[in-house]
């Protein structure tokens, strides 16, 4: 996180080259300019693949920022044009010479301003997402969840959230889906599907998993807030290690990571199970259930488009009897 800054410098956000006026001052942002749709994607596989970003960024509009001590600034730009490279090569719609180095802010400025972009949001009929620091007065249907992310990916405001949870919604409202005694949540980020699972469903246990261990933190603390802390046990447990079958499983993941993961999630599925598959490209949403559909384990239920940003799709499978 950066340091306390004492004096100014100035720094070109048309190229790399950075102007430093006192070598005291090393704090500089690293700018990934991206399609609207995107920068949460993009900013979760930065978090995870580039280690100058590990400590946190902040989604502007158009553009993922983060921030790196000076003398590592060639290597991260180095580090995020590889990362978005690779996505490029995923069918994500990123250009990775548009990286930059921007402009210097106080540690304060950093830390607080992706508080700015996450503001109360209504996600569903009922689920209603309220950062901690806002107050909402919710109708008497509402089903709000107070959330304060930190350092942890899932405000909600994805598309690939807001997927899941409108899917889920829908099985709520009609009833097609039986209480589920336990729902398995994979790569829960700030808890957000856990908690609306649990309020959903009071007397469901939930398993959430991440490996990230900020994101268990921020899942503990936001599940605490929210009053289902008992009902959410989360870990940082490695899939092939949870060894319970579950009739839920909400898995909120890149596309290639899914497909890596195809076989050890499906087994971790009841008969009947309901599997509910997030954080894929539409380009790629069909060939990722063809691929889960090869393993003669699910079928699909249905596919669905974000009808806020159509680059993001999610999947509702359901395995055999």
Known sequence: MPGSLERGFSVSASDDEVCVSDAEQEWIEVVVPAKVALVEGIASELVSAVAAAEGGVEVRKGNVVFWVHSPDLETALADVRGCLQRLAGQGWQVDATQVRAGNLAPEENWR??????????????????????EVHEPLATDIPIHLDPGQ????GAHASTQLVLETMQELVDS???????TVFDLGTGSGILAIAAAKFWPATRITATDIDPLSIEATQANASNNGVGEQIEVSTKDLLDVEERFPVVLANIQAHVLRGLRDPLLDRLLPDATLLL??????????LVD??????V????????SRLNSEWSSAHLRRAS
Do not use: M, N
């Not at 700015?116 to 950062?131: A, G, S």
């Not at 942890?152 to 405000?155: M, V």
């Not at 009833?175 to 005694?181: F, K, R, S």
């Open 278 to 287: 997030s954080g894929i490209l539409t380009a790629q949403i069909q060939p």
């Open 298 to 305: 699910v079928v699909i239920e249905s596919i669905r488009q």
């Open 175 to 181: 009833g097609t889906l039986p209480v589920p005694e």
């Open 112 to 133: 607080d301003a992706w508080k700015k972009f996450f503001q109360v949001t209504r996600l569903t009929r009922q689920i209603v997402v309220v950062p901690s620091w």
């Open 152 to 155: 942890a990916f899932g405000t």
């Open 291 to 296: 691929f889960y559909c090869e393993s003669g």
